[in-house]
């Protein structure tokens, strides 16, 4: 029972373009959401985070968007730089067990020159 | 502080051995968690703990699997009588309070031969 999907497993764009990944989950008690980025041999960094009380949180070139209703959330990069090519992980957290994140499968990014 | 940090970074074993991994937290986090993340997936659940006591274990963590954290700084993850599906990278991570996005370690990647 996969609660946290990430359909699409690798996304390629071109330097300086948009980067949209995509997350979808099915347990509506999820309310905190959060983006990981993992590159080969490290644990997973911490990129941004969103509470199911907004809609949007931007950070620098990193925004997460949610729709509650379709239970869909996005992370845009915009400009892509060559530095972002990793795996990025979608996660959420329910309302009461904070501690324990459900991740997604992951979305390889790959930014071209 | 430099992070968290695990050890060792590599184990080869072989089936029916016994395993025990290190995690040091960041010193001033008094929450420890424990990850399995196997290829192709993200990382799933197994335990964490609130300073030294151990508040949630996944059914993940079958009887082989123990985890302890003695004096609340850092912990242990053992895994008796290894079997190839133990086979995985295991992550800790730690967080200052509830609800804070974590700081992973590098992993630790376990195979069973």
């Known amino acids: 029972d996969q609660q946290v999907k990430q359909n699409s497993p690798s996304l390629s764009v071109q330097e300086g373009r948009i980067s949209i990944l995509n997350c979808d989950y099915t347990?509506?008690?999820?309310?905190?959401f959060l983006w990981y980025k993992k590159y080969p041999a490290e644990g997973p960094t911490f990129l941004i985070s969103i509470s199911s009380i907004k809609d949007k949180n931007e950070d620098g070139r990193f925004t997460v968007f949610l729709n509650k209703s379709a239970k869909h959330l996005s992370l845009h990069i915009v400009p892509s730089q060559p530095g972002d090519s990793a795996v990025y992980f979608c996660?959420?957290?329910?309302?009461?067990?904070?501690?324990?994140?459900?991740f997604g499968t992951g979305t390889r990014l790959q930014v071209f020159p | 502080d430099t992070g968290v940090s695990q050890d060792p970074r590599h184990k080869i074993t072989k089936r029916g051995q016994n395993v025990t991994f290190r995690c040091d937290p960041i010193?001033?986090?008094?929450?420890l968690y424990w990850y399995r993340q196997t290829l192709g997936q993200g990382p799933e659940f197994l335990t964490y703990?609130?300073?030294?006591?151990?508040?949630?274990k996944s059914r993940l963590l079958s009887d082989r699997f123990s985890a302890e954290r003695p004096k609340g700084s850092f912990s242990t993850l053992e895994i008796q009588r290894t079997e190839q599906g133990d086979s995985a990278m295991y992550l800790c991570?730690?967080?200052?309070?509830?609800?804070?996005?974590?700081?992973f370690g590098s992993g630790t990647r376990l195979t069973v031969v």
């Open positions: 991570a730690s967080s200052p309070q509830e609800g804070y996005g974590y700081t």
């Open positions: 347990n509506s008690m999820f309310d905190y």
């Open positions: 996660a959420a957290s329910a309302y009461g067990d904070t501690d324990k994140l459900i």
């Open positions: 703990f609130q300073n030294e006591a151990q508040l949630e």
């Open positions: 010193s001033e986090h008094n929450r």
